[in-house]
């Protein structure tokens, strides 16, 4: 084979389609969607490249209409879950010999494959299977995870490029291996795009993996895993199990070979994780690498000389756009009282304006929430803040699930902004707001950095340069991506890469040279020319 110093492709950002009616875009994807209702389908698991079922299923149902059953999955026994531990270990073999350029090129492939002959079978399954809009798929299981697979290409040869100075006397190397073990990627209903990268920016790094997938985004894995496959992805490589959530983590975390955990989910759940890693630690054979990305309560704080319009286009876009089911979403808003109510009479005729249900409807912005369970927990907190004296509902407030898990976009308005809303992470479209008085600027932006234990995203609006600078210092701890002058959402692969500390994970930053640096462990090498012959030094002389 020969040789050479190879250069990917210059990674860029997908554009976004417009999916504007009458573009073939449109049609294909409705079309698309249509075919994929009407089909039922089978979700094994993969497990070292073989289709494996059991006798334990489950089924799938889109959260708009939740009566129709679009398919099942099967659920792993503890042997299967040990099944996909052995077969990552014997990928690993040849996976993490094999010269980088070839994986680059099996992912390069993939993101190919999404751009094209797969973009609107994995967007209609995001449709179905998580109740997004057009739209919100487009940007997440085609643009993002597309921008993932590039991206990540582009920035492993950026760090294996990284190398020590070396002198004629001695050549400094450094190699960057995988990890010694398998890693275990946990990812998340809310976006395909981390379903995909969790996974692949690991094994893209020489690693294999045990990937479990959310129950209820299954629907698009199996999109996912068909493209790995279609891609060139070896068996083994990347595994991909579903199930009981507890068995699967106990089982692969008491492996002496388990190196790693990729997470997206809650803080209750990663916060587990990590204590039952602490638990095993003699177990392991190497410490593992723990990196998550969990929760967050997101805020828009609005200085007194913000433009209302652009501050209720952010409150409405931010808390809103996938129902709210985003860890970046705002849900929490303190607004300066001169320019509240200009703020809350667009808010409100935004949220009037806007249609929800099916995503088959385009003209729908709003859709269905994921679960049964999330559903009823939001209705729970609603009915709470209607009988609470000190709460105005002024948009929303009402539900439905007899054909969907609807909620209507919700803003509270609170008098404490310590209320139980203003605090908790809900994860769906309801918003609470504090107006504060305008001269309580500094103390406001004290208020919102010790109200939450998260510090995932937030956003500060204002046209007074030293208003901003106060933000940006006061509020240094409470954002790990920190907007000015727009919704705290929307972050872009290259551009803003993403992750938040506190309660809200280990700030990795997905989308960049930060995160993959996670997933190696580096050798240094030094190649003495000509070797010393007389251990004594001119000192002795």
């Known amino acids: 084979m020969g040789n050479g110093f190879f250069k990917v492709p210059v990674a860029v950002n997908e554009p976004i389609k417009s999916y504007a009616p009458g573009s073939p875009e449109r049609d294909e994807v409705l079309k698309t969607y249509r075919e994929m209702y009407k089909a039922t389908i089978e979700v094994p698991m993969f497990i070292d490249g073989k289709e494996i079922k059991t006798k334990e299923t489950a089924t799938m149902s889109p959260p708009h209409d939740h009566k129709h ?51 609107a079978r994995l967007n209609a399954a995001t449709m179905l299977g998580q109740s997004k809009n057009i739209y919100q798929a487009e940007i997440d ?7 993932f697979l590039r991206y990540n290409v582009q920035y492993m040869t950026e760090i294996y490029a990284e ?53 209820t985004q299954i629907y698009s894995a199996k999109v996912l895993m068909d493209i790995f496959r279609e891609a060139g992805v070896p068996a083994g490589v990347i595994n991909m199990v579903m199930g009981d959530a507890a068995m699967i983590s106990d089982t692969l975390m008491a492996s ?5 955990v990729h997470f997206t ?32 309560k997101d805020f828009i704080v609005a200085h007194e000389s913000s433009n209302p319009k652009q501050v209720a286009t952010a409150m409405s876009r931010g808390a809103f756009e996938y129902q709210g089911q985003k860890c970046s979403a705002a849900s929490r808003c303190y607004i300066s009282k001169s320019i509240w109510e200009d703020v809350k009479n667009q808010l409100v005729d ?3 304006s806007f249609k929800m249900g099916t995503p088959e409807d385009m003209g729908n912005f709003i859709n269905a929430v994921i679960s049964e369970s999330s559903f009823d927990k939001l209705a729970k907190y609603i009915d709470a803040a209607k009988k609470d004296k000190g709460v105005e509902i002024i948009a929303g407030g009402n539900y439905d699930k007899s054909k969907g898990y609807f909620i209507e976009p919700t803003v509270l308005v609170v008098n404490d902004p310590k209320y139980t809303t203003m605090c908790t992470e809900l994860f769906g479209p309801i918003l609470t707001v504090y107006v504060f008085d305008d001269n309580q600027w500094e103390e406001t932006l004290h208020l919102v950095d010790e109200t939450s234990e998260y510090a995932l995203t937030g956003a500060v609006f204002s046209e007074d340069r030293y208003a901003l600078e106060e933000a940006v210092k006061i509020l240094e701890n409470a954002a790990g991506n920190f907007y000015i002058n727009d919704k705290p959402t929307g972050a872009v692969v290259g551009q803003q890469p993403f992750g938040g500390a506190r309660a809200s994970g280990t700030n990795d930053k997905a989308g960049s040279k930060q995160n993959l640096y ?12 000509v070797s010393p012959t007389d251990y004594r030094y001119p000192f002795l002389g």
């Not at 976006?191 to 690693?207: K, W």
């Not at 996670?518 to 020319?529: G, H």
Request: include cysteine; charged fraction near 20%; glycine fraction near 8%.
């Open 256 to 260: 002496p070979d388990f190196a790693g």
């Open 141 to 147: 299981s085609a643009c993002e995870i597309i921008d």
């Open 350 to 352: 935004d949220i009037r």
């Open 265 to 296: 989910g809650s803080t209750g759940v990663f916060q587990g994780i990590w204590k039952k890693i602490g638990d095993n630690i003699k177990t392991y054979k190497t410490y593992p690498r723990i990196v998550g990305e969990t929760g967050g």
């Open 518 to 529: 996670r997933w190696i462990s580096p050798r240094m090498v030094k190649e003495t020319f």
């Open 69 to 119: 059953v679009l398919g099942t999955y099967y659920k792993a026994t503890k042997q299967n879950v040990e099944d996909a531990i052995s077969a990552a270990l014997e990928a690993r073999k040849k996976w993490a010999a094999m010269p980088w350029e070839q994986r680059a090129g099996i992912f390069l492939r993939a993101a190919e494959l999404i751009a094209g002959p797969y973009r």
């Open 163 to 215: 190398q020590p100075e070396s002198t004629s006397a001695a050549w400094n190397r450094i190699e960057y291996r995988p990890l010694e073990g398998f890693v275990y990627a946990i990812t998340p209903f809310n976006f395909t795009a981390i379903a995909g990268n969790l996974p692949s920016s690991a094994a893209l790094m020489g690693n294999v993996v045990v990937w479990k997938p959310s129950n």
